[in-house]
């Protein structure tokens, strides 16, 4: 290891609190990946939770990889220096398990590049009994785990709570079993994938017409796996904290789980459902415990202001002499009291996702907002105290039409109600966030195309020449082609797998998946018809298709 490693680890290290150190002596050794950088990893809760709920283990060993900063990235390929895990710098590939948490498609190809760099073989079949166990969890992958299918040698399917005891124990009794035999074993768990128990077949005109079991046991679907009591589990990401991630010394707080909300585009209502808001009892003891130690305390949730006591838990917050903040609120549960809090609490700040600029095509995807409720929540939060807005808006949704200056009408709405309700005592300021619709798994609008890059090219150039017009605005936003990618991991089989191995040895995926021998608009561009078997669906994530189908036929009339 060269000097300038170990001194960048040393530095990481020196920051945290509650790091977990523990000898490595007869115990299982795991080292929970993820794939994207530090900062970025240590802001998600779920990762978190999982490093504690492992290391709670007498006999599990559980360390963490990031990928590495480019500067890092150069050191390691200059010194030809395997990846190291943080705790007791050890290469990957001397671990029992490599575990990635996978909570977004575009990091998949990042998967690729660490297990290279960690000296494990990137294919899953070409791994022996010396070399560590592939596995992943997290958001992404349970709602397809095809694409990184032949990378993966087992995928936990659903909330990992639920599932890391079974798979510990798996683990106990077949560890010295064949690694054919282990796998075997692990897939007689329910919500255990085990991608190379499974042969996909095409039909001739390159649609997926099965994904066929091998062997007796094998399930022909895996269930999704998720908790019922929420008491259970832990729903606070101390006592590991760093300045360095994204949130600093926030302590995070899950606030509940799921979302009572249906709208068509989002996966949230299939992956996490049913909705589980967690009791204000043990959200204020956490709170407490959080507040302890930082004196901030950072409220996560897909439906945060829809706990039913939510407004109770920001007043214990504040009666403690504690401050919190929200990444988003939903516009309907804006009250003054809940808007008096945020700003009492200094979040100058506050987020609300319209998603579409008109009340018609908000209908469409079930977002179910009226205009009226959006400007109400604006005027709530200016006279609470809120002067920065941030707006969430997509573009290419089904049906959008005159999307784009349906955004700009309500933007100008929306700055004249901040504008009358601050009465000049301060400048309001809008930042508006555009992404591309992205069609996902397991919701109505999975048969729906992408629009095109080229087309939402135009359309966000468009918006900014709107918005440009607006005062104390300004325009984020995502680049098209980083949405076709999504859409195409989040759609793909293990072709697009395949392929992605390709790009990533010759050194540039995104180009050659431009050019590779398939063509990607085969997933992402064409519309599906409403037989047509995705690749997901060897995963029972609880929903039918039916009432799938039946809902994008209402998002698509008229």
């Given at each position: 290891m060269s000097f300038y490693i170990k001194r960048r680890y040393e530095e990481l290290l020196s920051h945290e609190r509650g790091t977990v150190h523990k000898d490595w002596g007869g115990k299982?050794?795991?080292?929970?990946?993820?794939?994207?950088?530090?900062?970025?990893?240590?802001?998600?809760?779920?990762?978190?939770?999982?490093?504690?709920?492992?290391?709670?283990?007498?006999?599990?060993?559980?360390?963490?990889?990031f990928l590495p900063e480019k500067d890092l990235l150069e050191e390691y390929l200059r010194t030809q220096t395997p990846l190291l895990s943080l705790e007791s710098r050890r290469p990957l590939n001397q671990f029992h398990v490599v575990a990635f948490s996978l909570p977004f498609e575009n990091d998949y190809p990042n998967l690729l590049e660490i297990l290279h760099l960690g000296r494990v073989p990137v294919f899953s079949s070409e791994r022996g009994p010396r070399d560590p166990l592939v596995v992943a969890g997290g958001a992404a992958i349970t709602m397809?785990?095809?694409?990184?299918?032949?990378?993966?040698?087992?995928?936990?399917?659903?909330?990992?709570?639920?599932l890391v005891e079974e798979f510990l124990e798996g683990l106990r009794r077949s560890w010295d079993s064949p690694r054919k035999d282990l796998l075997k074993e692990l897939a007689l768990i329910p919500g255990i994938y085990v991608p190379s128990l499974y042969e996909p077949r095409w039909g001739t005109d390159g649609t997926l017409q099965e994904i066929r079991p091998l062997g007796t046991g094998v399930p022909e679907r895996v269930p999704r796996r998720w908790l019922q009591d929420l008491r259970t589990s832990t729903l606070?990401?101390?006592p590991l904290l760093t300045?360095?991630?994204?949130?600093?010394?926030?302590?995070?707080?899950?606030?509940?789980?799921?979302?009572?909300?249906?709208?068509?585009?989002?996966?949230?209502?299939?992956?996490?459902d049913p909705f589980r808001p967690r009791p204000l009892e043990a959200l204020e003891r956490a709170a407490e415990e959080g507040l302890g130690q930082t004196g901030k305390v950072g409220l996560l949730g897909a439906a945060v202001a829809s706990h039913p006591q939510f407004e109770e838990l920001c007043r214990h917050i504040l009666s403690e002499g504690g401050s919190f903040s929200v990444a988003s609120l939903r516009a309907d549960r804006v009250t003054p009291e809940v808007a008096r809090?945020?700003?009492?609490?200094?979040?100058?700040?506050?987020?609300?996702?319209p998603e579409a600029g008109s009340e018609a095509l908000r209908q469409r995807i079930a977002k179910g907002l009226l205009d009226e409720e959006i400007l109400e929540a604006v005027r709530n939060l200016a006279e609470g105290g809120i002067t920065t807005l941030k707006l969430y808006f997509m573009v290419g949704l089904p049906g959008g039409g005159e999307e784009v200056k349906e955004i700009a009408a309500l933007v100008r709405r929306i700055r004249h109600q901040m504008t009358v309700a601050l009465k000049g005592r301060r400048r309001e300021e809008l930042i508006v966030s555009v992404n591309p619709f992205v069609p996902k798994p397991w919701t109505p609008l999975q048969w729906h195309p992408?629009?095109?890059?080229?087309?939402?090219?135009?359309?966000?150039?468009?918006?900014?020449?709107?918005?440009?017009?607006?005062?104390?605005?300004?325009?984020?936003?995502?680049?098209p082609k980083w949405g076709y990618?999504?859409?195409?991991?989040?759609?793909?089989?293990?072709?697009?797998?395949?392929?992605?191995?390709?790009?990533w040895r010759e050194g540039d995926w995104?180009?050659?998946?431009?050019?590779?021998?398939?063509?990607?608009?085969?997933?992402?561009?064409?519309?599906?018809?409403k037989d047509e078997r995705f690749p997901f669906e060897v995963i029972d994530i609880g929903v039918e298709r039916q009432f799938l189908w039946e809902e994008y036929q209402r998002a698509m009339s008229p």
């Open positions: 299982i050794t795991i080292c929970l990946v993820f794939p994207n950088r530090y900062r970025v990893g240590m802001s998600n809760l779920g990762f978190q939770l999982i490093y504690a709920l492992l290391n709670a283990h007498p006999d599990v060993v559980c360390e963490r990889a397809n785990p095809e694409p990184l299918a032949p990378f993966l040698d087992c995928v936990l399917i659903g909330e990992g709570e639920e606070i990401s101390s300045p360095e991630a994204e949130f600093g010394e926030t302590v995070l707080i899950e606030v509940g789980r799921g979302c009572p909300y249906r709208c068509r585009f989002c996966a949230v209502r299939t992956l996490y809090a945020l700003a009492e609490a200094g979040q100058l700040q506050a987020t609300l996702a992408y629009e095109g890059v080229k087309r939402l090219r135009q359309k966000i150039k468009a918006l900014k020449r709107e918005l440009q017009k607006v005062p104390n605005c300004r325009l984020l936003h995502d680049l990618f999504q859409a195409l991991f989040s759609l793909g089989d293990r072709r697009v797998g395949l392929s992605l191995y390709r790009g995104p180009r050659y998946l431009k050019t590779a021998p398939f063509n990607p608009d085969f997933w992402v561009m064409r519309p599906k018809g």
